[in-house]
């Protein structure tokens, strides 16, 4: 069964601070996989996308990486800013439909204190 | 930011009424998406379409129905809404590379 599972559910972090976020998944066959931040009340905006040849991906403060092999991916999160109190989903595509059908993860709750 | 909106934002509304969450999108996309999520969960897509005239339902099942007949706009219907209706719905279209882009949301609860 394709899935796809994130740890932690929640995370509390201070300002300033790093973080890294984990998603495992089962998806087979394997297309991509993105990182999505959704504020509360708002759609996910996706932060980055990497492909099965791809290592890691970074996007301002937010750094990426996939190990294919494993089928687990992470989500670094540099110097923490207030802003980035969000939730951080993990979705991955398979190719094996026209469709290209994603599999979302619960999210990680990322909160920053001041 | 992405083109896609969706109206309203917020709806509360009694139950048996007739509804309808408006989604529109400027960037051409032939593919457009309804996902349904509640707190702390999962998206969960309910319809999709692959182009007008094009519409497909989704993993969930959902009793709600949406229609195509324009590219640019993909509105979900619920004929008789029910407490059990209440959610988050977002909608999506996605470019040929298959990337997605989600609108912000419609949170509707029945009463």
């Known amino acids: 069964k394709n899935q796809v599972e994130q740890s932690p559910q929640s995370l509390i972090i201070l300002e300033g601070k790093n973080c890294t976020l984990q998603?495992?998944?089962?998806?087979?066959?394997?297309?991509?996989l993105r990182w999505y931040k959704q504020d509360t009340g708002r759609g996910p905006v996706s932060l980055t996308i990497?492909?099965?040849?791809?290592n890691t991906k970074s996007n301002g403060r937010y750094t990426a990486t996939l190990d294919a092999d494993t089928k687990q991916s992470s989500l670094h999160i540099t110097a923490s800013q207030l802003s980035d109190s969000a939730s951080y989903i993990c979705?991955?595509?398979?190719?094996?439909?026209?469709?290209?059908?994603?599999?979302f993860g619960r999210g990680t709750q990322l909160t920053v204190w001041p | 930011e992405a083109d896609i909106y969706q109206t309203p934002r917020y709806l509360v509304i009694g139950t048996g009424k007739k509804i309808t969450l408006e989604c529109s999108q400027t960037?051409?996309?032939?593919?457009m998406y309804w996902y349904q999520q509640d707190p702390g969960m999962e998206l969960h897509l309910i319809h999709y379409s692959y182009g007008v005239n094009s519409t497909e339902k989704g993993d969930l099942s959902s009793e709600s129905t949406v229609s195509r007949i324009r590219t640019e706009h993909f509105p979900l219907t619920l004929e008789s809404a029910r407490p059990s209706h209440t959610s988050q719905y977002l909608c999506?279209?996605?470019?040929?590379?298959?990337?997605?882009?989600f609108g912000p949301g419609t949170r509707l609860t029945v009463l």
């Open positions: 990497m492909t099965f040849s791809e």
């Open positions: 999506a279209s996605s470019n040929s590379l298959g990337e997605q882009f």
């Open positions: 960037m051409g996309h032939d593919k």
């Open positions: 998603c495992n998944y089962t998806v087979s066959p394997f297309s991509n």
């Open positions: 979705v991955v595509s398979d190719r094996g439909s026209t469709l290209g059908r994603l599999y």
